[in-house]
């Protein structure tokens, strides 16, 4: 694999690598850019998501109001750290500490990004001591430039 290059500003870490370049803010924790061949594919950066549209039966369940609270949870985080390190040539690690807004639980998202190009990320919910409702969704979301219509 191709080494990589990593730089780590106090604003924002940058891993380059033949043909691209993504780079994660470190305020917001998001993946901000992600240019592969000088063409960028992010429009709105990758963030923590713990929520869905509700179906008819969970408006049946009351399910909004009884988990409301993970709404905006992803959006609210309080990012705690953002560390960079490059355990070999071709392999950069971003690792990003957040709180969330809900029962003292926090998130840690880990970025590994490969000298091939692929980025692998891994998220670790940790729950608090405090009782909470059921998560309606554990994932991530973020916006693709206009143009893009077709994914695999």
Do not use: C
């Not at 870490?13 to 043909?19: A, D, F, L």
């Not at 399910?63 to 609270?69: A, D, E, F, K, V």
């Not at 690690?93 to 091939?116: E, H, K, M, N």
């Amino acid at each position: 694999m191709p080494s990589l290059r990593l730089e780590n500003s106090p604003r924002w870490v940058s891993v380059k690598g033949e043909g691209f370049e993504l780079r994660i803010t470190k305020l917001t924790g998001r993946l901000t850019s992600l240019v592969i061949h000088g063409r960028e594919l992010v429009r709105t950066g990758l963030l923590p998501n713990f929520w869905r549209a509700p179906t008819d039966n969970d408006l049946g369940n009351d399910m909004p109001q009884r988990t409301g609270l993970w709404q905006h949870a992803g959006k609210r985080q309080q990012i705690v750290s953002v560390e960079a390190a490059q355990p070999a040539p071709q392999v950069v690690q971003v690792r990003i500490d957040s709180l969330l807004p809900v029962g003292a639980a926090s998130i840690q998202t880990v970025f590994t990004v490969y000298g091939s190009g692929d980025v692998v990320i891994d998220n670790h919910y940790r729950a608090g001591d405090d009782p909470l409702p059921e998560m309606p969704r554990f994932g991530m979301t973020m916006t693709l430039p206009a143009g893009y219509n077709d994914m695999e």
